[in-house]
């Protein structure tokens, strides 16, 4: 019984992070893009502050990206605007993970 509870738990966290995973590619051209994204220069402008993981479980929705190398692997594309009047969503480059997440939480359906 315990080793049914523990393997339904381990299950349980794998799937989780399939669903809350945030697998990211970067396209080249807009129109490949799900979302444009305009990289801001302040923490503070970003409408999303992202910490770039090392390992795709450690991705999630809030700001915690991981970069594929693959298009296909991807859960969004992206493509970085030069222009912050182009942008879907604003980012920041944050240096540690929990400093990651949502300043604007409007813009959280752009990446669901």
């Not at 399939?18 to 590619?25: C, D, G």
């Amino acid at each position: 019984m315990k080793n049914l509870i523990l393997l339904l738990v381990i299950v349980g966290f794998t799937f989780t992070n399939q669903i809350f995973a945030q697998k990211v590619y970067s396209v080249d051209y807009e129109s490949q893009a799900d979302v444009k994204v305009y990289k801001v220069d302040y923490e503070s402008q970003a409408d999303l502050k992202v910490y770039k993981v090392s390992y795709e479980s450690q991705a999630d929705k809030d700001g915690k990206w991981f970069f594929v190398d693959y298009e296909s692997q991807a859960d969004k594309k992206i493509y970085f605007v030069d222009y912050e009047s182009q942008a879907d969503l604003k980012i920041y480059f944050v240096d540690y993970e929990s400093q990651a997440g949502w300043n604007n939480k409007s813009k959280m359906h752009l990446l669901y």
